[in-house]
């Protein structure tokens, strides 16, 4: 069924650290490497090492440039499924294969019922969802459900794969419906948003601003103007007359 | 939007098709002699039946296409579908009821004509219900997809009244010509104001970005187009934009009226006639998705 189900008590999502992310592209890459051999089928590309190299991925990073002058900012941004409480892509579904689970709010294809018809895609307004190019199925974001439950992995391995290799830390997996949850707590103290709220999808991912810049006078001095007014002292001193009465 | 032909031809054709079948079925060309039954249902059935089976040449498993009837409850792709079938079994019910039996009874005739109007309102909301196509979203787009139906479904009876020597009478001939005229005047104001405002969401919404000042895309995450692109990011059309609607509206409305007018009693003209309006229709049809931007594209840095 591609009603929506009542509003589940956990709400398994993600939370990304703008602040931190730096664009390295390796929660891209670890994305795929596990669901092409995970949930479904594999992730198709085509012409991956010719001109035009095409494929299907569940998790994008974007750069993006934000202010202007002295205070622009370039911030990376990640992007993929956001687990919606109000997810578009359930309900335009017409055969019951795309549907968020009851229990922990994960939205998934099932793809042996899926036809290919892309309508799901194109009432996302996030564009988290790609068509498969090989299988005609849509792909998105499981947020790992075949890792997060999996007994057989060391309990450190029970996360999402782009959360597992995050070298920056900038990834948190956890229960957003728990306010007191890690995430919840930390969506809470740095201003988590949403993505398009007008789009009144509810999103369950949270994105973290980057922190505001230090102001002005707070920048340390420039090295030149060190060089020439600060006093030495000490060897530096010494050093410094000695060289003076050299001429 | 990227125009996928066979979601054109089965938005125009079925559109004629249920259009054409509404006014049979309110008894607007007489079937007396079962050739004539027989002919004009199956015209009817082909143009219904070609463009759903148009509609599922795109996907990527048509042979699972009967799993779209389940989801009827939320989805209006699926209501479309099921509604389809039904108006398409409606109408062999009323084929066989006039063959066997003689004209169905008002209700009927009433009922079913209902039938083929909310089908084609079905297939235009399963667009017009997409929150992130700022174009679609508008409750003119319903009006739009019904008014070419019906206008449409008008001509083919006045086509089908010429071939099968019915008396035609001037005032049927002017009601033709005003449906084509409102139609095209609904799609003028449609063009007009039709997600005029956009979406409500910009870059800096899409990524909450809005503390920061102006942002800016300054890198796409990949380096060749891929899916969303090629699906939602389509831009060709908007280049020739108010070129191709002249061409829509001189195909689609102001040909056809010009001769019907002329050769009104003539099949060979009103064919015409038809032909050159579902050209327009085509091209009508494809700027409707050519020209609409989704919601993604902000994420790729276009101003939405």
């Not at chain 1, 991956?48 to 299907?56: E, I, M, R, S």
């Not at chain 1, 794969?161 to 707590?185: F, Q, W």
């Not at chain 1, 999103?203 to 102001?215: D, E, F, I, Q, T």
């Amino acid at each position: 069924m591609t009603s929506l189900p009542e509003p589940s008590a956990i709400k398994l999502g993600l939370v990304i650290d703008l602040d931190i992310c730096v664009g390295c592209q390796a929660c891209v890459v670890n994305c795929k490497e596990w669901n092409t051999s995970g949930y479904g089928a594999p992730l198709s590309d085509s012409d991956a090492y010719g001109a035009q190299p095409n494929g299907a991925w569940l998790n994008r990073v974007h750069a993006f440039e934000a202010g202007t002058g002295a205070d622009a900012k370039v911030v990376h941004f990640p992007k993929s499924c956001l687990h919606c409480e109000d997810a578009p892509c359930v309900t335009v579904c017409p055969t019951g294969a795309s549907f968020k689970r009851s229990e922990d709010g994960i939205v998934l294809v099932n793809e042996d019922w899926c036809i290919g018809c892309g309508l799901c895609a194109w009432s996302c307004p996030y564009g988290a969802r790609e068509m498969d190019p090989a299988e005609g199925v849509m792909k998105k974001c499981t947020l790992c459900v075949d890792r997060i439950y999996n007994e057989n992995l060391p309990s450190e391995d029970q996360v999402p794969a782009c959360v597992r290799t995050c070298p920056t830390n900038a990834r948190h997996y956890g229960d957003l419906g728990d306010p007191n949850s890690e995430v919840s707590l930390l969506v809470a103290a740095r201003g988590g948003v949403d993505l398009m709220p007008e789009q009144n999808t509810k999103p369950v991912n949270k994105y973290l601003p980057p922190r505001p810049r230090r102001a002005a006078n707070d920048t340390p001095m420039s090295l030149l103007a060190m060089a020439d007014e600060a006093t030495p002292s000490g060897f530096w001193k010494w050093v410094d007359s000695t060289l003076e009465k050299l001429g | 939007m990227r125009p996928a032909w066979s979601i054109i031809f089965f938005t125009s054709i079925s559109g004629l098709g249920f259009g054409l079948a509404a006014w049979v079925v309110l008894g607007f060309i007489d079937l007396v002699q079962p050739q004539q039954i027989f002919g004009v249902g199956s015209l009817v059935m082909l143009l219904i039946g070609a463009g759903l089976l148009s509609s599922t040449l795109h996907l990527g498993h048509p042979e699972r296409a009967w799993r779209a009837l389940s989801q009827w409850r939320s989805s209006w792709l699926s209501r479309e579908g099921v509604l389809a079938v039904l108006a398409m079994l409606a109408l062999a019910g009323w084929g066989w009821h006039l063959f066997a039996i003689g004209t169905p009874p008002l209700w009927a005739n009433i009922a079913a004509a209902l039938l083929m109007a909310v089908t084609v309102y079905a297939t235009s909301m399963i667009y017009a219900s997409l929150k992130t196509v700022a174009r679609w979203h508008h409750p003119l787009t319903p009006i739009c997809y019904l008014m070419f139906a019906a206008a449409g479904g008008l001509l083919a009876v006045l086509w089908l009244q010429a071939i099968l020597g019915q008396g035609q009478s001037d005032a049927f001939e002017l009601a033709v010509l005003l449906a084509l005229a409102s139609a095209w005047g609904v799609k003028l104001v449609w063009w007009q104001i039709a997600g005029a405002n956009g979406s409500g969401s910009t870059l800096a919404s899409a990524t909450g970005l809005a503390g920061l000042g102006e942002v800016r895309s300054i890198m796409p995450p990949h380096t060749s187009e891929n899916y969303l692109q090629h699906e939602m990011g389509f831009v060709i059309a908007r280049k020739h934009a108010s070129r191709l609607r002249l061409i829509a509206l001189g195909l689609g409305g102001g040909l056809p009226c010009l001769l019907v007018i002329l050769y009104g009693g003539s099949a060979m003209g009103i064919g015409l006639a038809l032909l050159v309006h579902m050209a327009g229709v085509f091209v009508e049809r494809w700027l409707f998705f050519a020209e609409a931007k989704h919601t993604v594209s902000i994420y790729y840095g276009h101003q939405h």
